[in-house]
């Protein structure tokens, strides 16, 4: 396959970010510009010395940054900032995640979802202040995600599993367990408001949005495939949004090898035969919420 020069910008621009390290460092520790090093995230081609030096500091190897194989990212913000890129050209999503897929979610969720990322940030070592410019960078990318969904609407199939829908509605959007009981309930109320929306979504079945439930008991790493004009890409993901997130620990992997895909494709059609669809699924989820968020 050959080399995709806007790719090897992008990807270069997420690791920059997941980084820690600002352009302007960047640039100096590698004797370039931050001009060319912007030039390079959009697609200009560098020399390969150049890139051995961007992937030494990045802490990444040359193939990964060229593309070649599986690409593997340690850093949410890395992860989701290649998310949002590769949205961008996406015309059809495949979605296996938690109990909600976060570009259905509402504007409101954001504020909340805000709060509890910033909850899960643990005091000391390197939590603090940098934990909570890390949830701040991550947001950003979340909402660009987010825009440009409502504003180029791909379509989009998500798998939710029953369990997660009922631990979501009994917990609440909750960073982390020892909550106060009376946040807690604000946050229950919160993911029942959620909920409902997903319900409507499945009663209504608008143009481009599928949702089912499963009663499978999912992998705690989700997985998203997305159909570009010309190739498939899947991504798998340890990170989590929303109840109990993480966003700290774990290799978040983005490929486009054909076994890869498949295997993906094959378990998601699986799950989707086997899901409780439209009003069926709607009438599950308003049960579940009269009997978990009670």
């Not at 992008?10 to 460092?25: H, M, Q």
């Not at 982390?176 to 909920?195: C, G, H, L, N």
């Not at 890869?260 to 699986?270: C, K, M, R, V």
């Amino acid at each position: 396959m050959p080399f995709r020069f806007d790719d090897i910008g992008n990807r270069l621009k997420a690791f920059r970010l997941g980084s820690g390290l600002s352009a302007d460092e960047i640039a100096a520790q590698i004797g370039i510009s931050r001009a060319a090093l912007y030039r390079y995230e959009k697609g200009e081609v560098a020399k390969i010395e150049t890139l051995d030096r961007m992937a030494t500091l990045l802490c990444v190897s040359v193939p990964t940054l060229l593309g070649v194989g599986v690409e593997y990212m340690a850093s949410a913000v890395s992860f989701f900032e290649r998310m949002r890129q590769i949205e961008e050209t996406a015309e059809h999503i495949i979605v296996s995640s938690g109990p909600v897929s976060y570009l259905l979610t509402s504007h409101k969720y954001d504020d909340y979802l805000e709060k509890v990322l910033s909850e899960s940030v643990p005091k000391g070592d390197d939590g603090g202040k940098p934990g909570l410019e890390t949830v701040a960078e991550l947001m950003n990318i979340l909402k660009q995600r987010k825009e440009a969904y409502r504003r180029r609407q791909p379509s989009i199939v998500t798998v939710i599993a029953a369990d997660e829908l009922r631990r979501f509605l009994r917990n609440g959007m909750v960073g982390k367990v020892d909550m106060p009981a009376r946040t807690r309930s604000k946050r229950r109320e919160r993911s029942v408001e959620e909920m409902e929306r997903v319900a409507k979504f499945m009663e209504d079945e608008p143009i481009g949005v599928q949702i089912g439930i499963v009663e499978d008991t999912l992998p705690r790493t989700s997985f998203q495939i997305f159909r570009q004009p010309d190739r498939l890409v899947l991504a798998v993901s340890p990170y989590r949004l929303g109840e109990n997130p993480n966003i700290r620990v774990g290799v978040g992997m983005i490929t486009s090898a054909p076994e890869a895909i498949e295997l993906h494709e094959q378990t998601a059609e699986n799950l989707w035969k086997r899901a409780l669809k439209g009003r069926d699924a709607a009438e599950f989820t308003r049960k579940a919420i009269k009997r978990y968020a009670a």
